[in-house]
């Protein structure tokens, strides 16, 4: 039996169009510094998918600097200026920021001063999706770019972090956008290159592959992929519902990603699901951690007040464009069956 990968919020597959561009951009050997005409092609191939990244990201007139991903974004962006935030962020993001803002247990996060602050446009855990506050410092788009229709410039934020494994580029490769003529100190120094603000030599092929997915992404967008995505997630949250009485589906009616379902069954410790579905062909997320071989719950399920059973019993099974109304009801049907043998031997 084939396995069926529910995990795109983690990563996605490369998408054909970034592979075809990524293979192109092989066989250029400029340097996109170099002024010769080796290195003026190699510059072109950047540009282009600067702009295509900046046209499917409603950025037009922004900046847009190239990082390795948003990881290397969030520091670039945060470091040094003690901004607030809340729990539910991205590990990427708390580890720069004041962690003072509360979140409700809808997963809403109160914005008290927007220019001070961070947020998170769309959870990659529970997939819940903020109201970014007018005149805020930094988003992390990273989850919902290419899976939400969002415009950097109705956004009202400063700065937002996006990265192209999220949306079927290669991983490696993510960017800042920025208002421009924002004032953004480098962390790498060297040759100056992204407008002096991310010194180093382009990742050219990652950034071609990146432009190629990104271009894609909004296609898909346009033709409207993942409101059938949002149909097959509501089929799969329904028919597990269906079966188990005890399961809490976390974020249910609210705004979400199209993709995500995350729930909690309490007492099932949710790596002993993702090591049973895993067995069973299924590749999903827990919403717990392993750190140092002890499992810790969910920061994310904890800062929306659930007890530390429950958040330590959640998993994430997030849905891409390539995902078939079988995998998620062969998904259902087999989780039921292990619910089921897990409640039998709790009793």
């Given at each position: 039996?084939?396995?069926?990968?529910l995990?795109?919020?983690?990563?996605?597959?490369?998408?054909?169009?970034?592979?075809?561009?990524m293979v192109a951009?092989?066989?250029?050997?400029?340097?996109?510094?170099?002024?010769?005409?080796?290195?003026r092609?190699?510059?072109?191939?950047?540009?282009?998918a600067?702009?295509?990244?900046?046209?499917?990201?409603?950025a037009?007139?922004?900046d847009i600097?190239?990082?390795?991903?948003?990881?290397?974004?969030?520091?670039?962006?945060?470091?040094?200026?003690?901004?607030?935030?809340?729990?539910?962020?991205?590990?990427?993001?708390?580890s720069?920021?004041?962690e003072d803002l509360?979140?409700?247990?809808?997963?809403?996060?109160?914005?008290?001063?927007?220019?001070q602050?961070?947020?998170?446009?769309?959870?990659?855990?529970?997939g819940i999706?903020?109201?970014?506050p007018?005149?805020?410092?930094?988003t992390?788009?990273?989850?919902?770019?290419g899976k939400?229709?969002?415009?950097?410039?109705?956004?009202?934020?400063?700065?937002?972090?996006?990265?192209a494994h999220k949306?079927?580029g290669p991983?490696?490769?993510?960017?800042?956008?920025?208002?421009?003529g924002?004032?953004?100190?480098?962390l790498?120094k060297?040759?100056?290159?992204?407008?002096?603000?991310?010194s180093?030599?382009?990742n050219?092929?990652?950034?071609?592959?990146?432009?190629?997915?990104?271009?894609a992404?909004?296609?898909?967008?346009?033709?409207?992929?993942w409101?059938?995505?949002?149909?097959f997630?509501?089929?799969?949250e329904?028919?597990?519902?269906?079966g188990?009485?005890?399961?809490i589906?976390?974020g249910?009616g609210?705004?979400?990603?199209?993709n995500?379902?995350?729930?909690?069954?309490?007492g099932?410790k949710?790596?002993t699901?993702?090591?049973?579905?895993?067995l069973?062909?299924?590749?999903?997320s827990?919403?717990?951690?392993?750190?140092?071989?002890?499992?810790?719950a969910s920061?994310?399920l904890?800062?929306?007040g659930y007890d530390?059973?429950?958040?330590?019993s959640?998993?994430?099974?997030s849905l891409?464009p390539?995902?078939?109304?079988?995998d998620?009801?062969?998904?259902?049907?087999?989780?039921?069956?292990k619910?089921k043998?897990?409640?039998?031997r709790?009793a």
């Open positions: 039996m084939k396995r069926v990968y995990d795109h919020n983690a990563t996605t597959p490369l998408r054909p169009e970034a592979r075809d561009a951009a092989m066989e250029l050997c400029g340097n996109p510094s170099s002024v010769h005409a080796e290195g092609a190699a510059k072109a191939l950047v540009e282009r600067r702009a295509q990244i900046a046209a499917a990201f409603g037009d007139g922004a600097v190239f990082t390795s991903g948003s990881t290397e974004g969030a520091a670039l962006a945060l470091a040094g200026r003690d901004l607030h935030g809340s729990a539910v962020e991205h590990d990427a993001i708390r720069w920021i004041i509360p979140a409700s247990q809808s997963g809403l996060v109160d914005v008290a001063n927007p220019a602050s961070a947020l998170q446009l769309a959870n990659s855990e529970t999706v903020q109201t970014l007018p005149g805020l410092a930094v992390d788009a990273t989850q919902a770019f939400l229709p969002v415009a950097f410039n109705w956004m009202g934020a400063q700065m937002a972090l996006i990265s949306l079927g991983k490696g490769i993510g960017a800042v956008v920025m208002k421009r924002t004032d953004l100190p480098a790498i060297g040759g100056g290159q992204e407008m002096g603000r991310r180093g030599t382009e050219v092929i990652g950034i071609a592959g990146f432009g190629a997915a990104a271009e992404a909004a296609q898909d967008l346009a033709n409207g992929v409101e059938q995505v949002r149909e997630r509501n089929i799969l329904n028919a597990l519902e269906a188990s009485k005890s399961t589906f976390v249910k609210r705004d979400r990603l199209p995500t379902s995350c729930f909690a069954t309490p099932w949710g790596e699901q993702v090591m049973q579905m895993d069973a062909g299924f590749a999903v827990a919403g717990s951690a392993c750190s140092s071989g002890k499992v810790r920061a994310v904890t800062a929306m530390e059973v429950t958040a330590a959640a998993i994430r099974v891409g390539q995902t078939i109304e079988e998620v009801l062969r998904f259902a049907e087999t989780w039921l069956e619910e043998k897990h409640r039998a709790a």
